[in-house]
Every structure is written in C-alpha cells, then in structure tokens.
C-alpha cells in the first residue's frame, strides 16, 4: 500500500477514539478502586492487614495512569499533521515504512501522543510510535533509504526506511 494514500486525519481518529474508550475504563477502574480502598471493609483487622493501603497504593496507580491517558490525548489531537516528501527529514506526524533485513515491513506514525496504539487500514497495520520509544528515536531526524539499527536486549534489529509520507 502506497503511504500516501493513508489519511493520517483518519489514523488520528482511529487512534483518539481508543485512548479514549481506554481513559474512560481506566477512569472508572480508579475510581472504583478509591471507593474500595476507602470502603469500611478495607479497614485494618489488625497490625499486618494491608488491603487497604495496597488498594490505596492502587488507586494511585490507576489514577496517575488516568492523568497520563489524558495528557497522550490532549498531545495527539493537537499534534499538527505534516506532509512528508522523499527529501524530507522524519519528524513528528510522519509516516514510515520500514523493511527487516528479512523483508518484513513495519508502518509507523511518529506521534506527539498515542504512542503503543496500533490502527488497521486495510491489510496494513500501523504502529503509532512516540519519538520517545526506541523505534521513535532510531527513526527520527533520518531519511528515505536510511539503515536504522535498534538494539532490543542482546538482539540487533536492522531497518531500512523504504517509504516516508
């Protein structure tokens, strides 16, 4: 599939409504999770009962994960989209397609926010990648025909950028 036939407006769509439907799950887990932790029930029996104050540290978590869905969400439908040509340097809001040294093609959108989210169009799946991921940062500031090498634990991962849009 030619990248320039993907709408990244659609992509961002795609990708917006899932953060959203996971900010509204993880909202609802937290505060489930607060009204547990602060329910008469999760009073300490004794001196080595911890539920509540495991729930409590719980629903930090969960609601520090809130805030953080949030904050992805506010960052993408912000995140201005960009038109890339084959001369262009890769920058936020591109799209990329890499090939291994075995011929397996990746597709990513280098996103402001949403990164980790994938989203199908057609027969291809696009990976919405932050510049802060691994990949993000092998990829960014590079151009068309560059090799990227990603180290993933002991591995080395090889890419050539074939297309960017």
């Given at each position: 599939?030619?990248?320039?036939?993907?709408?990244?407006?659609?992509?961002?769509?795609?990708?917006?409504?899932?953060?959203?439907?996971?900010?509204?799950?993880?909202t609802?887990?937290?505060?489930a999770?607060?009204?547990?932790?602060?329910?008469?029930?999760?009073?300490?029996?004794?001196?080595?009962?911890?539920?509540?104050?495991?729930?409590?540290?719980?629903?930090?978590?969960?609601?520090?994960?809130?805030?953080?869905?949030?904050?992805?969400?506010?960052?993408?439908?912000?995140?201005?989209?960009?038109?890339?040509?084959?001369?262009?340097?890769?920058?936020?809001?591109?799209?990329?397609e890499?090939?291994?040294?075995?011929?397996?093609?990746?597709?990513?959108?280098?996103?402001?926010?949403?990164?980790?989210?994938?989203?199908?169009?057609g027969?291809?799946?696009?990976?919405?990648?932050?510049?802060?991921?691994?990949?993000?940062?092998a990829?960014?500031?590079?151009?068309?025909?560059?090799?990227?090498?990603?180290?993933?634990?002991?591995?080395?991962?090889?890419?050539?950028?074939?297309?960017?849009?």
């Open positions: 599939m030619d990248l320039r036939s993907i709408s990244k407006e659609a992509l961002v769509a795609d990708a917006l409504a899932q953060l959203k439907r996971d900010l509204l799950a993880m609802q887990q937290a505060r999770t607060a009204e547990g932790a602060t329910h008469q029930e999760s009073r300490p029996e004794n001196s080595k009962d911890t539920r509540g104050l495991e729930a409590s540290y719980l629903a930090r978590g969960q609601a520090a994960r809130v805030n953080q869905l949030e904050t992805e969400l506010q960052r993408l439908q912000h995140m201005p989209l960009e038109v890339f040509g084959d001369d262009d340097v890769i920058s936020a809001s591109a799209l990329v890499l090939c291994t040294l075995e011929g397996e093609r990746v597709t990513l959108f280098l996103v402001t926010g949403g990164g980790g989210i994938s989203v199908g169009v027969d291809v799946v696009v990976q919405l990648v932050s510049p802060q991921a691994p990949l993000g940062r990829v960014l500031g590079r151009e068309l025909s560059d090799e990227v090498t990603l180290r993933v634990g002991t591995r080395s991962l090889q890419y050539e950028i074939l297309a960017i849009a």
